[in-house]
């Protein structure tokens, strides 16, 4: 028997890993399991140069619980070790000291295993006793066992194992329980060894016998070990892809279509990603990129491995180029990180352009659900971006697609303004701006479909790449405004009469915290609407932005804003007008007179007081010019009321209100109720 100290310079290095290590302290069953497969493995390549003369027979690897023992074991039937390599693989610590180890990784929970042979020392998180028993492949080895309880002690003697191999064994601590709970092992070997390379065995295949499901004398097998990214993608059919996909997400739909990728310079890569059909929220689609490392499940977190938009694909990737345990700051700077990234961003560009030329149909038919994807890439990598150019896809309101550089050749006869301007017409609703579009269209401009959640930062970025473009909402101004093409009419009504005009419906507008509402005039021909609802286009914009990026959250909280926009030439706005006119007109005279007398005289004021500095004007001169102003405010609000007393009860007013925001889907409530019952009365 022998006994001694593992060779470190701290009295205990097994508390300190259970303690950095305790978040993710479930990886200590990668590592056992993917040690028994190293040992495995390296059986085989004994066997293949000749250097093992044996037969490998069995190799699978048995996963066991004694619940009355409290022990997990791991058993291979690998290459073993002598006394002499547990002497050097287990007890010797290969670094220069702990206090260095302990500076260099405090910060990096996940960076001390992998690292100078600390693998094995994982299963101390979860163990008060680790045992080895190991009989090597040499000829003339004997069987060795060797044990530890933590503390830096180790005993070391006589082996009981017959056959080559290892059993290592975890004497489950109590406040790790867990471990040796059935469910909780085949969750995590189902999760972390599902693809190793050599079979692994947990318990017996189970079959429904006498009213109860019993254990079989076959192993239950719990991993694939040639799983399809290892095969070459000219063996493997469509159904193969999907039974794999299955396999990986069973409640996920059937994916869109897949990327097989398969790289061997400058690194080592391969995998397989599909495309989801993504719906609308982000979010609870990222993370189904399984990231592996030589068919051992590393994580699925793989920002920083792939770009930001590449992690709402699915599926997985596997390459012994990406460390396994490091920091997330040094993968991001790992040059191997980088060329991963770069190759992966190519090949998704590659595949989506070469679906896009070859079924053009199909494509477009999958393209409300890449958009989400395509959308996001290019919002993110300006090198995507330049690629996905050439196959992202305009879809306007009739359900035609076209390729940006197709609507910009469709477009610019018709829809280039008087500055040289090429407008690009939207709507984000066809019920809502139904109006709006159809006005549109008969001027015989085309109308786009902007419906997706990403949008409108992507209209923003689009007016920035396309040159002398600009992306327009259908209903954010009148149709004749849209794009203009020459100088606008000008409205005929002297200020008199735009002034009632303006205030007869300003006065029945709806109030509300969170609505602003202007009124405009316009002189749009006797054949246009007598009024149209337009929305600030730049405000709402802001608005939509505002739910995107938390910085721009102000704009959120700002009213919406819209324009009544009235048409001075329709026969009906005329007549509302010249009924006021008769209505107000004498009640407003003497009030005129007295506006514009104030008027005259704070111009004066102003006049007499404009090339005196500010300390050279005597408080009574200040004082004449605030008495003023107030006046005349007053005088304005005496003829707002007047106005407001009479457009109170015109149902005529109140009705081309109620139909402009009915439109809009902004009426409703008591005031819809209000407005079908006066409908009725009008009918």
């Known amino acids: 028997m022998q006994k001694g100290n593992i060779g470190v310079t701290t009295e205990n290095i097994l508390p300190v890993i259970k303690k950095f290590l305790y978040s993710d302290h479930e990886i200590f069953l990668r590592e056992m399991v993917s040690n028994a497969v190293d040992a495995t493995q390296k059986l085989k390549t004994l066997k293949e140069r000749g250097d093992f003369k044996g037969d490998e027979g069995d190799l699978t690897i048995h996963i066991s619980i004694d619940k009355d023992a409290k022990t997990l074991t791991i058993s291979d039937r690998g290459i073993g070790m002598t006394e002499e390599e547990i002497d050097k693989y287990i007890n010797q610590i290969a670094f220069s000291g702990v206090s260095d180890f302990l500076e260099k990784y405090k910060d990096s929970a996940n960076a001390i295993i992998g690292h100078f042979g600390l693998g094995f020392y994982s299963a101390f998180m979860v163990s008060d006793k680790v045992e080895i028993n190991t009989l090597s492949y040499q000829d003339g080895a004997k069987a060795v066992k060797w044990s530890c309880d933590g503390s830096p002690e180790y005993e070391i003697t006589d082996g009981t194992r017959t056959e080559r191999g290892t059993d290592i064994i975890l004497h489950i601590a109590d406040d790790c329980k867990e ?130 938009f590449l992690t709402l694909l699915h599926g997985v990737i596997d390459s012994p180029d990406i460390p396994l345990n490091v920091s997330r700051s040094y993968l991001q700077s790992d ?114 479909l902007l419906d997706g959640q990403l949008d409108a930062p992507m209209v923003s970025m689009l007016e920035q790449k396309l040159e002398k473009s600009r992306f327009v909402r259908v209903d954010s101004d009148i149709v004749d405004r849209l794009i203009v093409k020459d100088e606008k009419k000008a409205v005929d009504l002297n200020a008199d009469d735009l002034d009632m005009l303006t205030a007869v419906f300003k006065a029945e507008l709806p109030e509300g915290d969170k609505v602003n509402y202007t009124v405009q005039v316009e002189a749009l021909g006797a054949d246009s609407q007598p009024m149209q609802l337009t929305r600030n286009e730049y405000m709402r914009r802001m608005k939509e932005m505002s739910r995107l990026q938390p910085g721009m959250a102000f704009y959120g909280e700002m009213p919406d804003s819209y324009n009544l926009v009235l048409n001075s030439d329709h026969s009906l706005i005329k007549d509302i007008l010249a009924n006021a006119k008769t209505a107000c007109d004498d ?79 902004l009426l409703k409530g008591s005031a819809l109720d209000a407005f079908i019952k006066r409908s009725v009365e009008l009918i």
């Open 587 to 665: 009640n407003l005279k003497s009030t005129r007179s007295e506006i514009k007398g104030l008027e005259a005289r704070l111009a004066a004021l102003r006049q007499s007081q404009k090339d005196k500095k500010y300390d050279e004007i005597t408080q009574e001169e200040r004082d004449a010019v605030s008495e003023t102003e107030k006046a005349i405010q007053d005088e304005k609000d005496k003829k707002t009321k007047v106005i407001a007393e009479y457009s109170k009860d015109v149902k005529t007013i109140h009705q081309i209100i109620d139909l402009a925001l009915l439109q809009n889907g």
């Open 179 to 308: 471990f040796l709970d059935k469910a909780q092992i085949e969750t995590l070997l189902n999760k972390y060894c599902k693809f190793m390379t050599v079979p692994v065995a947990f318990g017996k295949k189970t079959e429904w016998k006498d009213g109860k499901q019993q254990d079989t004398d076959e192993d239950n097998i719990i991993n694939t070990t040639d799983p399809i990214w290892t095969k070459a993608p000219s063996s493997l059919k469509d159904e193969d892809y999907l039974s794999f996909y299955r396999t990986l997400f069973p409640m996920q739909d059937e994916p869109l279509f897949w990327i097989h990728l398969n790289v061997d310079y400058p690194f080592n890569l391969t995998g397989v990603l599909y495309f989801p059909r993504i719906k609308n929220n982000i979010e609870l689609q990222r993370n189904k990129i399984q990231l592996y490392c030589n068919q051992v499940f590393v994580t699925d977190q793989v920002e920083g491995i792939v770009p930001d």
């Open 335 to 448: 040059a191997n990180v980088k060329k991963i990234s770069k190759y992966i961003t190519k090949k998704v560009a590659d595949r989506l352009q070469a679906i896009f030329k070859e079924d053009r149909k199909t494509y477009e038919e999958k393209w409300d659900m890449l958009k989400v994807f395509i959308h996001y890439g290019m919002l993110s990598e300006e090198s995507f971006y330049d690629r996905a150019k050439e196959f992202a896809l305009f879809k306007d309101t009739e359900g035609k697609y076209f390729t940006f550089d197709e609507y910009k050749d469709l477009i610019k006869g018709e829809q280039t303004d008087k500055d040289g301007q090429l407008v690009y017409l939207y709507a984000n609703d066809k019920e809502d701006q139904y109006g709006s579009i159809e006005a549109a269209k008969q001027k015989g401009y085309s109308v786009l």
